[in-house]
Nanobody, 115 residues
């Protein structure tokens, strides 16, 4: 059974930092592409950052220079380091694993940035 469990969300002031984690099981993590998505109230889910099995990363323009995605294959975990957070970063953040065009999602963790 595939499981992706996000953690690390919470309430932070504007300019603050958080690190999200997504622990996985039931997938071949090292061979999977991983991504962080977010969905703000009333908005569609959007890609925030992604990392391939070969550690190639990509970021949404809105978070470049502030967010960093990384992975630890030994811990089967992907991280999202977020600095200089803004109120517009408020959303539920989801982790996704992709392999052979099969997608698996976590249930999300809420990040709230107060102004």
């Amino acid at each position: 059974q595939v499981q992706l469990v996000e953690s690390g969300g919470g309430l932070v002031q504007s300019g603050g930092s958080l690190r999200l984690s997504c622990a996985t099981s039931g997938i071949i993590f090292s061979a999977s592409a991983m991504g962080w998505y977010r969905q703000a109230p009333g908005k569609e889910r959007e890609l925030v950052a992604s990392i391939t099995s070969g550690d190639i990363t990509d970021y949404a323009d809105t978070v470049k220079g502030r967010f960093t995605i990384s992975r630890d294959n030994a811990k089967r975990t992907v991280y999202l380091q977020m600095i200089n957070l803004k109120p517009e970063d408020t959303a539920v953040y989801y982790c996704k694993a992709t392999r052979y065009n099969q997608n698996y999602w976590g249930k999300g963790t809420l990040v709230t940035v107060s102004s």
